[in-house]
């Protein structure tokens, strides 16, 4: 599976960005997509996921009310919708795909992408 991901950038706290993620080299139908960050300094940390089907979401409590997680099965695509941005979510954002993904944790993910720099100036 080769994951591309974009959409990162610089915003001021409070506003909005919005990161795809695009699929290719695998029925993405049957994979769970998850999206993770990694702040300087810090360990790849959960952010949200999505069941194969999109009925399933999970997110980190850190962003649950602010980004929301979804997928489009027709166009190999996931996307998150960051709103109300804030200082501490500057980290480099990656999408990641598995199967079946025992947990939430990093290494439950077998594929991953290049990662998106996301900067919230305060």
């Known amino acids: 599976v080769q994951l591309q991901a974009s959409g990162g950038g610089l915003v001021q706290a409070g506003g909005s960005l919005r990161l795809s993620c695009a699929a290719s080299?695998?029925?993405?139908?049957?994979?769970?997509m998850g999206w993770f960050r990694q702040a300087p300094g810090k360990e790849r940390e959960f952010v949200a996921d999505?069941?194969?089907?999109?009925?399933?979401?999970y997110y980190a409590d850190s962003v649950k009310g602010r980004f929301t997680i979804s997928r489009d099965n027709a166009k190999n695509t996931v996307s998150l919708q960051m709103n109300s941005l804030k200082p501490e979510d500057t980290a480099v954002y990656y999408c990641?795909?598995?199967?079946?993904?025992?947990?939430?944790?990093?290494?439950?993910?077998?594929?991953w992408g290049q990662g998106t720099q996301v900067t919230v100036s305060s």
């Open positions: 999505i069941s194969w089907s999109g009925v399933s979401t």
């Open positions: 990641a795909a598995d199967v079946a993904p025992a947990t939430n944790y990093p290494k439950s993910y077998n594929y």
């Open positions: 080299g695998r029925t993405f139908s049957s994979l769970t």
